[in-house]
């Protein structure tokens, strides 16, 4: 039981490059959720998935899109990315009260 | 949305001295209170929380209280030793349809030995 992992682990980009971060976690949750956290501040949303097929925008969604095509996997996608998307990407999967996070992407754009 | 406010930001302690972080939090809504540790580089991890119909929990040497009526609740850690050092969130779950969580900005623990 592996719980929440995400690949990659670290990644650089270029200004306009884009890429995908996945999420997967192994114990059937339905709740899924990207948060991104900026040095000496909290978690901020993103977007969510409450299951299978289903994502919502969360606080910070512009410049980031998700898939939930499978319940097991949430992937995050930055289209075009920016200097402003340098920050630690945790995923998280929740299912009743406790909210389990993966070990985090440390994502830099230059 | 919800708006957490947690206080005091910083916070040094003496080994052995005991340490209280409180949340606010706006949604009357809420009905789950945890409170995160994360030791630098590291994920957030659940240390303990409470649900609305309880007043407070303790788990050896930590505690939270809720008080609904004024909206916030406290995290209480006795007896701190150095590995008690890290940064701690709050963040209450509203009543939105994602069962979100809202994150507190954090406070910095240091215990000194």
């Known amino acids: 039981n592996a719980g929440v992992t995400q690949t990659p682990k670290f990644r650089v980009l270029k200004t306009g490059q884009s890429m995908t971060l996945l999420c997967a976690q192994d114990m059937n949750h339905e709740y899924m959720y990207w948060y991104r956290q900026d040095p000496g501040m909290g978690l901020r949303l993103i977007h969510y998935?409450?299951?299978?097929?289903?994502?919502a925008k969360g606080e910070v969604p512009d410049g980031y899109n998700v898939s939930r095509l499978k319940k097991q996997n949430f992937l995050l996608g930055l289209e075009s990315a920016a200097p402003s998307q340098t920050s630690v990407y945790f995923c998280?999967?929740?299912?009743?009260?406790?909210?389990?996070f993966g070990p985090g992407t440390r994502l830099t754009v230059t | 949305g919800e708006n957490v406010e947690q206080h005091p930001s910083t916070l040094s302690v003496q080994e052995g001295d005991s340490a209280v972080i409180k949340c606010t939090y706006s949604?009357?809504?809420?009905?789950?209170f945890p409170w995160y540790k994360q030791e630098l580089g590291k994920r957030p991890q659940l240390i303990i929380d409470i649900r609305s119909n309880v007043g407070e929990k303790k788990d050896q040497r930590i505690a939270v209280t809720l008080n609904k009526t004024a909206k916030h609740f406290s995290l209480h850690i006795t007896e701190t030793q150095p590995e008690d050092s890290a940064v701690y969130f709050c963040a209450p779950r509203g009543g939105n349809a994602g069962n979100m969580l809202t994150f507190g900005g954090g406070t910095r623990l240091m215990v000194k030995p």
């Open positions: 949604d009357s809504a809420s009905n789950y």
């Open positions: 998935s409450v299951g299978e097929g289903t994502t």
């Open positions: 998280a999967s929740r299912q009743g009260g406790e909210q389990y």
